[in-house]
């Protein structure tokens, strides 16, 4: 749908015309449109961005079509983008999805712009162009991936967080006796069960810093890096040592977020998105949970997986590139990226702008996580933000191997199967 903020323009139009002004006012008047994401928590952040925007850009108004979300989104935006027909600006993903849109051809080069120098480069290397341009800025927060954990068994308990995988085990012994679940798994929504493997990526880069351009390059495999392998067995150990919840099998993403806001059980491979699920289901809760890295077997190379935000692009056909240019400046200050998050009170990850703080009352996982960006070297985006081959059945062998039914070698023998085919579909060479 599209709508515009200033539902006032056409009564101030009518006014001007009886003082003969109406030309001059329609000269000066530039409308942008921006193609939107279709999630609440981003169309109240676009709402509230755009007001701020035309409050100081009056000669600008932008009007907000929210597109729809999953493939019908990826299937709208690369029609758009080959007919000349998408919108002014518009928000799309990062990384190997923004490779899939040719953007040196889709997009305007934003390199030189000097507001670029505030955008960190975790986010950058996600929107650099085949040829080194840049062409997006942060629309939104990142996101973590790693383990959250209840702080109050940690603290009962007298534990530290792990800074390795030994440690890891070692500390949920220690839970599993005195009474609680070590590790919750929710195999009821089957996407949970990745988290094992994706959320320890940053072990695998750390170890192999090539591994995704190889892994592209159908070069490297998960089977024969045992960097790569060691997620699969990880969540053999905790299945193996009997760290489960007893429902594992059965329960959903919101009874996992029961059991670890409760205090059922202490650990959960989760994504830090889903401490906005904790914080309005369980408000008196929410200050219980923590989140770490997934931890590797080097406390020296300890760090955590990022799941970067969606990044804002301007149109190569937009006729109104000074307007566009405005905006997309707006949106990565603090004023216009920042800002509006922090008011509409939808924190869950910290911002990849630099000047951009995390309010002091942000929720203790989103503050543990903020800390990983504080320190080079402590964070890794995701796989699929450096690379397009992910295979479509890792969720179904993720669940195998946590529930005792695969082992990590046949896990990840089969995983490179899958991936074979996806990467042969996408016509990449080397598979």
Known sequence: MTYTR????????????MTG????????????SLFSPNDQAAVAYTEAMIEAFEAANPDINVEIEVGPGGTERDNMVKSRLATGT?????????????????????????????????ILNSFKQTVTANDGTLRGVPYGQAMGGGVL?????????????????????ANSAKI???????????????WTSQLFILADYF????????????YTRGEAKYANTPAAMAG?????????????????????LNDGLRMLADGEGAHYPMLTFAV????????????????FALPGDDASLNGTTVWMPTALYISANTPNMEAAKKLVEFVASKEGGCDPWVEINAITGPFLIQGCELPADVNPAVADLQTYFTANGRTAPALEFLSPVKGPSLENITVEVGSGIRTPEDAAALYDEDVKKQAQQLGLPGW
Request: net charge negative; hydrophobic share 40%; proline share 4%.
């Open 6 to 17: 200033k539902t006032i323009l056409g009564l101030t139009a009518g006014l001007m015309s």
């Open 21 to 32: 002004l109406t030309g001059i006012a329609l000269a000066q008047q530039t409308t942008l």
């Open 86 to 118: 998408m919108n002014d600006v518009f928000v799309y993903n990062a990384g190997s999805l923004f490779q899939a849109i040719n953007p040196v051809q889709t997009t305007v080069d934003l390199t030189n712009e000097p507001y670029m120098a505030d």
């Open 149 to 169: 954990y209840n702080k109050k068994i940690y603290e009962e308990l007298g534990l530290s967080v792990p800074m390795t995988w030994d440690e890891f085990m």
């Open 176 to 190: 599993q006796e005195a009474g609680y679940a070590p590790v919750i798994q929710t195999f009821g929504d089957t």
């Open 203 to 214: 072990n695998v880069q750390a170890k192999n810093p090539q591994f995704a351009e190889m």
């Open 232 to 252: 699969f067995q990880k969540q053999a150990d905790v299945f193996n040592a009997g760290y489960l919840n007893e429902d594992f099998g059965a329960a959903t």
């Open 276 to 291: 906005g699920t904790i914080a309005q289901d369980y408000p008196e809760l929410v200050g219980d949970v923590g989140f």
